[in-house]
């Protein structure tokens, strides 16, 4: 399975600041993924991150909010930008295992918090 | 729209017991569903799948039902053990033309009283 991590795994910030989340694979993979887990819900997806084109953002996100960067195939960033209490959450990016699409592996998320 | 439910929040068995974990979906259209445990300050990990062209995938202690004219799958745990004490999601695949995309649930959170 492919191991992924995160940076930085939590953080605390001021409104109105950005926040930028590294994500790393260890395996070339096509697509990655953002999602967010507030307080109590489900994951909800963000957007898709391809390498080398624009990002696939969902309903409700944009990307003057979330901006996303994909520079290669085991690599990609998520900001939260402008942030407000209301985006304190856990951010996961994702990533199929290389040749099994049907199933996604996590990184360990980060926590943030705003202030 | 919630397409894919959890309506157990938590659940608490004890040691040895089995471990039922329901979830329920909307949309026909998914065809594989998938079962992730997640322990705090982790991210999810995967841990059982099934097609929709199955009723029953078991592995180890861990055994996913699938009705399909009910959209309800199910996970069982036997014998629950201590360390299986976590948040579980169930997700289900849609698969577009742009890609899969995952449904997951609010999650149950599972104790398994020693």
């Known amino acids: 399975s492919a191991v992924i991590s995160q940076k930085p795994s939590r953080d605390i910030c001021q409104r109105g600041t950005s926040l930028t989340i590294q994500c790393q694979v260890d395996s070339q993979v096509t697509m990655m993924f953002w999602y967010r887990q507030q307080p109590g819900q489900s994951l909800t997806l963000i957007a898709t991150?391809?390498?080398?084109?624009?990002?696939?953002?969902e309903s409700g996100f944009v990307i003057d909010k979330f901006p996303i960067s994909r520079p290669n195939l085991t690599f990609s960033t998520l900001t939260v930008s402008n942030m407000s209490p209301e985006d304190s959450s856990i951010y996961l990016c994702?990533?199929?295992?290389?040749?099994?699409?049907?199933?996604?592996?996590f990184g360990p998320g980060t926590r943030l918090t705003v202030l | 729209d919630q397409q894919v439910k959890q309506n157990s929040p938590s659940l608490s068995v004890q040691e040895g017991r089995i471990s039922i974990l329901n979830c329920d979906y909307t949309?026909?259209?998914?065809?594989?569903f998938l079962w992730y445990k997640k322990y705090p300050a982790e991210g999810p990990t995967f841990l059982i799948s099934?097609?929709?062209?199955?009723d029953k995938n078991e592995d180890g202690r861990f055994t996913v039902f699938l009705n399909k004219s009910a959209k309800h799958l199910s996970l069982h745990i036997v014998p629950s053990q201590p360390g299986d004490s976590a948040v579980y999601f169930c997700a289900a695949l849609a698969r577009g033309y742009t890609g899969n995309q995952f449904y997951f649930g609010t999650g149950t959170s599972l104790t398994v009283i020693p």
């Open positions: 099934i097609s929709s062209i199955k």
């Open positions: 949309n026909s259209m998914f065809d594989y």
């Open positions: 991150a391809n390498q080398g084109s624009e990002a696939t953002y």
């Open positions: 994702s990533a199929p295992l290389a040749g099994a699409a049907d199933t996604q592996y």
